[in-house]
């Protein structure tokens, strides 16, 4: 990066090159209904919202598609399904200190990503992680 250029200068000269109006890129032949046709099929074929996004941008071409996430933000989901399996786990195997304290990392980093997300406005304010009404959140 360059010293002398101040990142407010820099930042006000990224807003002048890309001034944000998007439009569809002319060599993309797929109308918007389309590209909801083929993410509600990958859908029902069980793919994850990141698998169809890589099987859309690497066969089709298309670079971004907002509006269709699912109510759950994917990370979180994992997580929580990490947390289910866990818990799981140590009531079979109440002595493992390990899984213990790796379920109590996993949940930190459920929560710290949930205060984010509600932030950020992707979570509701009201949503909570309760790891008794955990499992139903990811069957």
Known sequence: MW???NL???SEILKLIHDG???VPTWLKLTPSEVKEQIYKLAKKGLTPSQIGVILRDSHGVAQSEGLAPDLPEDIYYL???AVNIRK???RSRKDRDAKFRL???ESRIYRLARYYKIKGVLP???RYESATASTLVS
Do not use: D
């Open 3 to 5: 010293p002398s250029i």
């Open 8 to 10: 407010v200068v820099l």
């Open 21 to 23: 109006s998007r439009s």
């Open 80 to 82: 929580i399904k990490k």
């Open 89 to 91: 786990h140590l009531e």
């Open 104 to 106: 109590i990392l996993i």
């Open 125 to 127: 304010p009201t949503w």
